[in-house]
């Protein structure tokens, strides 16, 4: 599976902004699906994740009310919406694809993913 992240850019303290991640390859509906973030100097970092059905996520305790996390299976796109951003949020964000179709987990470890996005800029003035 191919994936291509869109959406970041700059934005206010208290903001919002909609991510996109366009996957190629039907088999992407069997995945579950996540958002990683990583900061300038800083480790990658879990987001959320979502399954495959789309009925179940998780999120890192720092974006719980804050981010969503949806999928249009129908249209091979996964998205995060972002809500009341705050500086802490700027970071690069990646979408990624788990690595076992079909699956009822919500992986949130980096190495439970088969493929990556590019990444897009998120960056967050205050």
């Known amino acids: 599976v191919q994936l291509q992240a869109s959406g970041g850019g700059l934005v206010q303290a208290g903001g919002s902004l909609r991510l996109s991640c366009s996957a190629s390859?039907?088999?992407?509906?069997?995945?579950?699906v996540g958002w990683f973030r990583q900061a300038l100097g800083k480790e990658r970092e879990f987001v959320a994740t979502l399954n495959w059905r789309g009925g179940s996520t998780k999120y890192v305790d720092s974006v719980k009310g804050r981010f969503t996390i949806s999928r249009d299976n129908a249209e091979n796109t996964v998205y995060l919406q972002m809500n009341s951003l705050i500086p802490e949020d700027t970071a690069v964000y990646y979408c990624?694809?788990?690595?076992?179709?079909?699956?009822?987990?919500?992986?949130?470890?980096?190495?439970?993913?088969?493929?990556w996005g590019q990444g897009t800029l998120v960056t967050v003035s205050s």
């Open positions: 990624a694809a788990g690595r076992v179709p079909l699956s009822t987990m919500l992986p949130t470890s980096e190495y439970e993913y088969r493929d």
């Open positions: 390859g039907s088999n992407f509906r069997r995945d579950a």
